[in-house]
């Protein structure tokens, strides 16, 4: 096979525009309407139009730059011709749609049949709870649907459209430019095929009417920030009697005051008073019930060891978030903040000094160690 850039006559170096102005060149030159039907140009035409399906990628390109051929087989754009781009869609990326109705009809061509509605996106946040529990939501999205009064036809009650005299109901029309044949869209009924001589009160005979729908949304116990929720036939309305386009949800988790999310697990930072750090003890800590009951409250009590140190974490075993795929649940991951107490008594303040001159060494094994590591870099410096 030959290399996909002598195909396009530009270097391995050439940026997209480059790129571009070779394959429009090429295009021109060795298009079969322009040389007649010849097999010889529409060979070379195919392999022009592979050649630049695979450079125009950068996935592809960079693939095919590291292995050659055997970097892009099997991947569309790439592979002995087969899963190519349309032709006609490399056409209209480059030229425009001007171009893509040239060569006889070979170009892109909008049909006056029946066409699918547009897909539509509804973003939608959601709380942490109700991303823990799942939840249903109710919707209200604007759309277009068909219209009631004329059913889609466009023309008033007891009226139907008729025939365009202009196209004879195809839709398009030719017009013949020196050696190009160019197709085009009829520009008396906009391509339709069809005259709407009284056209329908309610949608000025568009045939489709926008009115807000109110739609139910179930979303499951699991989802994370930037899920998305497909609803199918809940899009646009179709015209001329096509189906409905798809609704996506994109969902977005509101942030929580108290907890953050890392894959299953739930992250909570709860202080822990002095005393209770020293001694050892029970704190409370919050937690996400969702539709399970969790000792009949939204918290639980989490024992902390004696000693306990600021950053310490205890991981309570599924009290995380649910998977989405499995029965699996994440962890519930507290950290401890061992909190200093202010604004002491004179009383409070006696025992302290009273408990801190009872202290010594192995109560404070880590400030031991510090002044002993001090005491070593002193003397380094110091040189006594």
């Given amino acids: 096979m030959r290399d996909y850039y002598d195909i396009l006559a530009v270097s391995r170096g050439c940026d997209d525009a480059a790129l571009k102005a070779a394959f429009r060149k090429q295009a021109m030159e060795h298009h079969p309407d322009r040389n007649g039907g010849c097999e010889d140009a529409s060979s070379r035409f195919k392999e022009i139009n592979e050649a630049y399906s695979v ?30 781009h349309d032709v006609n869609d490399i056409f209209s990326e480059v030229f425009g749609d001007a171009f893509g109705e040239m060569f006889g009809g070979r170009g892109r061509q909008r049909s006056n049949g029946p ?5 539509l996106r509804y973003d939608l946040e959601i709380t942490l709870e109700q991303a823990y529990a799942g939840v249903e939501k109710e919707i209200k999205v604007p759309s ?29 029309v030719r017009a013949t430019q020196g050696f190009f044949s160019i197709e085009r869209a009829c520009p008396r009924c906009g391509g ?23 739609l139910s949304v179930r979303v499951p116990a699991g989802v994370d920030d930037g899920a998305r929720i497909r609803l199918a036939g809940e899009g646009d309305a179709g015209q001329r009697g096509g189906p409905r386009g798809d609704l996506y949800i994109f969902l977005s988790v509101a942030p929580h005051e108290l907890f ?24 409370e800590a919050p937690c996400l019930t ?24 205890v991981r309570l075993k599924g009290r995380g978030m649910p998977s989405l795929r ?16 202010t604004q002491l008594s004179a009383r409070q303040r006696e025992l302290m000094r009273e408990f801190a001159d ?20 002193w003397s380094n410096v110091t040189g006594s």
Avoid at 115 to 119: C, K, L, M, P, S
Avoid at 326 to 340: A, H, I, Y
């Fill in 358 to 377: 009872l202290t010594g060494e192995s109560q404070h094994p880590k400030s031991a160690n510090f002044v002993g590591k001090a005491k070593r870099f």
């Fill in 144 to 172: 277009t649907i068909t219209c009631e009064t004329c059913e889609g036809s466009g023309a008033k009650p007891g009226t139907s459209p008729t025939v365009c005299g202009s196209c004879g109901g195809a839709g398009r």
């Fill in 290 to 313: 969702g539709g399970e009951k969790c000792d009949g409250q939204c918290k639980m009590t989490v024992k902390v060891p004696e000693g306990v140190q600021t950053g310490k974490t």
């Fill in 55 to 84: 450079l125009s990628d950068p996935q592809k390109r960079a693939a095919y730059d590291r292995f050659g051929h055997a970097g892009v087989n099997g991947m569309n754009g790439g592979g002995g011709g087969q899963g190519f």
């Fill in 115 to 119: 066409a699918r509605g547009a897909d």
């Fill in 326 to 341: 499995s029965r699996e649940r994440g962890d519930l991951v507290v950290e401890l903040f061992v909190e200093t107490p």
């Fill in 260 to 283: 953050e999310r890392d894959g299953l697990d739930l992250l909570c930072t709860v202080p822990v008073p002095m005393a209770t750090a020293v001694l050892g003890g029970d704190i």
């Fill in 192 to 214: 339709s095929g069809k005259m709407i001589m009284d056209p329908c009160k309610s949608c000025h005979g568009a045939g489709q009417v926008r009115k807000e729908r109110v």
